[in-house]
């Protein structure tokens, strides 16, 4: 991610840079900061425009955004007055750990140690 020609380095407490975004349903996104927090958006795409409208609440936000190959896009606009250029890959459902590994109720022994 690069705010106003500055790239932001991947720091877990930077509240501006983003870790994820996600577009799982239509004209609803939700971007995860690097500290964990999620912010909704309400999200209009225009396909012919390649222009996303991200919007929270009276806030309005417009990336324009291209595609680089099948799994790759570039976005860059304007955010709360910041230029911001983001380079995000698509990851499918099943790269996700719970989809991979499963969901039990009950572990003999904890998977994170």
Known sequence: MVRNQDTLPPLITDGRRWQHIAVEFPGRAVIQTMPGHLRWFDLEVDTSAQ???????RFSDTLYYDRAG??????RG???GDTVTVKATRWDK???LLMGRGFNWVNESPFNR
């Open 51 to 57: 222009r996303a409208i991200f919007s929270e609440g």
């Open 70 to 75: 099948a799994v790759s896009w570039h976005f």
């Open 94 to 96: 099943e790269q996700f």
């Open 78 to 80: 304007i955010v709360r």
